[in-house]
């Protein structure tokens, strides 16, 4: 308590905001892991397993080498196509969205293409690319590049056309223009595009798996389905929240600390609106 107290008060600021962001999430995770156990012993069946049993197949997966290779495999393709769909949709949406006609011409056409479920087109990926990594990967970064490229798009078109006619006249080429102008005023939106992103990134690459992967978590998860063991597919369930879960973390924390660093600033006290 003495020491506590004679901490600075940034020091118990930022205790109290990392108490109250993360406190809800860890009550409400340890409550559902609670009513998991209570359903399953409840229910007492085979289909519905304990977190104990689904923990100790999970255990007993990652003790084999074709198990760690289809994870090695997951995360390998999900960083490849999750990085290139960041930096592709950030950079062409950012692109685009400064330029009125272009944007005016491409965006009605992409929400039109994002509202299709994605699920559906994977049928294109497989005809072309076959099975394995391949299609799984295109797939993945097509499920993540869309979003950022949207989300990029409308920050752009928000960027004052003042600046972009000042850096005109002032003859600032684009490659110029864009971190000079557009990236500071889009960035907080990329930054929340980029959890967004990596969520829809891991989602199609999972689908992709267990439809044409040849390895992969979704191939696993697949396989255990055909063979009914619950177990393994709620350990595995688990092992997949688990991975998206730190880089979540990671990407909020960046999140905030971009929007801190270029987001708008609060208006100081006693000024007029």
Do not use: H
Not at 82 to 109: D, E, I, Q, T
Not at 160 to 171: C, E, G, I, M, V
């Amino acid at each position: 308590m003495t020491a506590l107290a004679e901490a600075s008060p940034s020091l118990k600021r930022r205790t109290r905001t990392l108490g109250g962001r993360g406190g809800p999430a860890l009550v409400v995770a340890f409550v559902a892991v609670a009513v998991w156990w209570a359903g399953a012993v409840v229910a007492d069946s085979a289909v519905v397993p304990t977190p104990a049993q689904s923990l100790r197949s999970l255990v007993t997966e990652l003790g084999q080498p074709s198990f760690r290779a289809s994870v090695f495999d997951t995360l390998r393709v999900l960083v490849q196509s999750y990085l290139s769909a960041a930096v592709v949709g950030a950079v062409v949406g950012a692109l685009l969205g400064v330029r009125p006609f272009w944007s005016r011409v491409a965006l009605p056409l992409a929400y039109a293409v994002n509202t299709v479920p994605k699920v559906t087109l994977f049928p294109i990926f497989f005809v072309f690319l076959g099975l394995g990594n391949l299609s799984c990967g295109a797939f993945a970064f097509f499920s993540g590049v869309l979003p950022m490229f949207l989300i990029a798009a409308e920050a752009a078109r928000g960027v004052p056309q003042a600046q972009l006619k000042l850096a005109a006249s002032l003859r600032v080429g684009d490659l110029r223009v864009l971190p000079m102008v557009v990236w500071p005023a889009v960035m907080p939106a990329v930054a929340a595009g980029l959890r967004l992103t990596f969520g829809f990134t891991f989602l199609g690459l999972i689908i992709a798996e267990m439809f044409a992967g040849s390895s992969g978590l979704g191939q696993q998860l697949l396989r255990n389905v055909a063979l009914a063991r619950m177990e393994y597919i709620a350990g595995e369930i688990v092992l997949i929240a688990l991975l998206a879960l730190l880089p979540f973390v990671l990407l909020t924390w960046l999140e905030r600390r971009i929007s801190d660093r270029f987001g708008p600033r609060p208006a100081p006290r006693g000024s007029r609106p």
